[in-house]
């Protein structure tokens, strides 16, 4: 039997004049309805080959077949063949963008920030000698083998975890796969411990959200560090409590984090207790509020001297952002409320549809409305592990406003 004629023919397509423009500038999307000709129907996980109006090489991305994201971009430019050997540059690339950015201190950090690094719908995060993949697209699922086969022949950690977007699960089952799934290496703990900046923290790398922390956030907690001696400092939205562990190290008088999940706050005072050899941490006072941190925030006049205002993302689509914006605007009124005399806000957004200028406007429009006097210390976006190089990708932010 001829194998060769049994294999099908490469899955080409066309874009609309307008989508592949959009291709031609970078994005590395390509949406269903911007699909204008294929050869064939494609399947899900194989390599789709984009082609211009001239019958010339445009791009070459991975199908997903029920996704409304058809196509994302892999390769544009000049023709390239998506081999083995270009994986593996591909992979030591995305590593070599990490190098000298960490030391034996943090050991928790992202290693592949899917399509800013060139791995559209894929992150992969370590966390001491654990790898967590995660994957948003079931464009990888027919390639899991071979993406971890590549990941064990040039990364030293032994373990990898596989994390599966929730709307890809279903699918993912059939495949055999399952969220949590220990790809490789034996079965963690509940917790695996990794370092960041010198601090023990544990990470839930099998039901976790994300990945099991929120590692996005390490340079603004070493900024509260740096804010927080002899503070009073209020944790809002707490999760895992990485922010008053660092604010704890940084000579904060007192730490309360406010959550109204209690394991998240259980979380948080096993991270803390991780790190009670450290004088700080040992002569910080903690407490734990379980509530609603809108109504708990409405409701009380404890005063604080730093308030850290990290809330999960107000906009889960374009159509919620005008919501999105004015609830970022109210919670940062009721952190401003809170704050004595000299007091800092550092208020923070993860929501991809708010823009970094609409909510630094937002929080400036609720200090100025408190009628006290203010200045901005400094503003924060992406860290260098978590590159953002289309808009789409550009979701964290941060603000810094002491009030007289």
Not at 213 to 236: C, H, K, T
């Amino acid at each position: 039997m001829n194998e060769r004629a049994n294999k099908p023919a490469t899955l080409r397509l066309r874009l609309t004049a307008v989508a592949e423009g959009i291709v031609r500038g970078g994005h590395p999307w390509v949406f269903a309805d911007s699909v204008a000709q294929a050869n064939r129907p494609g399947r899900t996980g194989e390599l789709a080959v984009i082609y211009d109006r001239k019958d010339k090489f445009l791009a070459v991305g991975l199908y997903d077949a029920d996704s409304p994201i058809r196509v994302r971009i892999l390769h544009s430019g000049k023709p390239q063949m998506i081999d083995a050997a270009w994986w593996r540059s591909h992979l030591a690339a995305a590593v070599a963008r990490r190098e000298g950015l960490f030391d034996e201190n943090t050991t928790g950090y992202r290693l592949i920030h899917g399509e800013s690094d060139g791995w559209p719908g894929l992150v992969l995060d370590r966390y001491d000698t654990t790898l967590v993949l995660k994957i948003y697209t079931a464009a990888w699922l027919p390639r899991l083998d071979e993406t971890l086969a590549l990941l064990q022949g040039q990364l030293p950690w032994p373990r990898v975890v596989l994390r599966l977007s929730r709307n890809i699960q279903p699918l993912a089952g059939q495949c055999g796969y399952s969220d949590g799934l220990v790809l490789a290496g034996d079965q963690p703990p509940q917790a695996v411990l990794f370092r960041e900046s010198g601090l023990q923290f544990e990470a839930d790398v099998l039901r976790g959200q994300k990945t099991g922390f929120f590692l996005d956030q390490r340079e603004n907690r070493r900024i509260v560090e740096s804010l927080a001696a002899g503070r009073r400092v209020l944790n809002a939205f707490s999760f895992s409590g990485g922010f008053s562990v660092y604010a704890a190290r940084g000579g904060a008088a007192a730490v309360t984090d406010l959550d109204i999940s209690p394991h998240a706050l259980a979380a948080a005072e096993r991270n803390f207790d991780l790190n009670r050899d450290i004088a700080g941490v040992a002569r910080c006072r903690r407490q734990s509020v379980q509530a609603d941190a809108f109504e708990w925030l409405a409701g009380s006049r404890e005063p604080f001297d730093l308030v850290v205002l990290d809330p999960p993302s107000m906009a889960r689509s374009a159509a919620q952002r005008e919501g999105a914006v004015a609830a970022y605007q109210r919670l940062s009124a009721l952190g401003i409320a809170r704050l004595d005399r000299g007091g800092i806000l550092a208020a923070a957004s993860c929501s991809a549809h708010v823009s970094a200028p609409d909510f630094f406007a937002a929080v400036h429009r609720a200090a100025a409305a408190s009628g006290r006097r203010f200045s901005q210390l400094q503003t924060m976006q992406h860290p260098l592990d978590h590159p953002a190089t289309f808009k789409e990708a550009e979701y964290l932010k941060m603000i810094y406003l002491r009030f007289e």
